[in-house]
């Protein structure tokens, strides 16, 4: 395909739900989108995901959108911490892990005794199956059988990339996003894939921006592309990565881009690699030009979902700047965190203080200032100058834009749509679009700045007397 010219159809797989979105590669526009629940399969032989179902979901719309929009190109973007283990005939040998499935002790210290140091990896120990070589020796521990049949271990989007094209690959910023299997300063495997004598497993690493081939011919046929039209596949790329690769095209660092969905990942690009700490959350992800890249995650999408779920929806949007006020001045406030065990503050519980009596909007407005609290300490940590780019849901959420500017004191940009995993997937493919981020005007910062650096500073006092 040329640059600038075409759509590109875009498998976007988050771990909440999944959509085929055609985009057209030189305005940037969403042409058309088709979404469904990424549902986690809770049977034998542990949960993980409806990898049929997903399957399914992809010819179907790629079938509805073959002639009207029509589509030059596909690449594809899912979220990290999963791989496909395929067989002689490249079938799963078993299926794809759910990383939120826990290990027995045992297997989670057996596993810690043999990963590398995070100054190897840049990759912190999280918790679950967050570890991609944390996963791979669960399955090869408790399922040798089935281990012994796998001939290929393929990253996520490549899984899907590679039933597309044929050709069965991994790819960096999936291998670089605290899955403890690559070493980001020498460019290649970490010691960790000789640990678990799997340097003849993993499929060859390839460029996010490989053309694999094109799409194969039956599948071509099944899904409406006319005779003789070859389908580019591309090799495709780690979701939050996708998000990080339109502003890399044409921005200067120091910059900060804070990709929201199920997590909150944010970058700090021209941050420090020096001050990454792997106990809060911390790490190097690299970025699709093979570039380690500070950043820090928690899990912000999951917890706004778990503690807005009880709340009056008509009462929680009904805060107004009144209401905003009175929460800062009364000190009523959320302590992380709503999901433990990952973040910056990982090892403290969620509590509210000075919260009797609240009323839903008034837990609402606490809420969203707990998110840009917790946002702004991930980004204190790596370091990071300049405007920080807000993409995904959260860019739609206007008191967290505006009290992450103020308790930041950085200036914030909220980029509209819920497109940035799929632009940036769009833009392996070529394309002209330019990152929105230069149009998006600064949002205002909440509030007076002596109230709320007062109100960050008291929320940061609490965490540590607890």
Known sequence: MRQGAGNVAVFDVGKTNAKLVVLDT?????????????????QDPYPHY?????????IASLTAVAITPGFDAISVTTHGAAAALLDGDGELALPVLDYEHDYPQAIKAAYDRIRPDFAETFSPRLSMGLNLGAQLHYQKTVFPDDFARVRTIVTYAQYWSGRLSGQFVTEVTSLGCHTDLWNP?????????????????????Q??????????????????????????????????????????????APFSVVSTGTWVVSFGVGGDLGRLDPARDTLANVDAYGRAVPSARFMGGREYEMLTSGLEPAQAGAADAACVRAVI??????????????????????????????????RHVAICLYLALMTQESLRLLNAGGPILVEGPFARNGLYLSALSAFSGRSVRALEGSTGTSLGAARLAGGTAPSTSAQAAAVTPLGAAAETEAYRTLWRERIATR
């Open 185 to 205: 300063a020498l460019g290649r495997f970490s010691t960790l894939v000789d640990t678990l004598d799997l340097s003849g497993l993993l499929a060859p690493v």
């Open 26 to 42: 030189a305005s940037g526009r969403e042409l058309v989108s088709h979404r469904m629940t990424n549902r986690v399969v809770r």
């Open 207 to 252: 460029s996010a921006f490989a053309a694999l081939g094109p799409l194969l011919a039956p599948l071509a046929t099944e899904i409406g592309i006319e005779a003789g039209r070859d389908i580019p596949v591309h090799c495709g790329i780690h979701d939050s990565n996708a998000s990080l690769l339109p502003h890399l095209i044409g921005r200067e």
């Open 50 to 58: 409806d990898t049929d179902a997903l399957w399914a979901f992809l």
């Open 329 to 362: 001045a009364r000190g009523m406030m959320l302590l992380p965190s709503a999901v433990p065990g990952c973040g910056p503050i990982p090892e403290r519980t969620a509590a509210w203080v000075s919260a009797e009596g609240a009323s839903d909007a008034e």
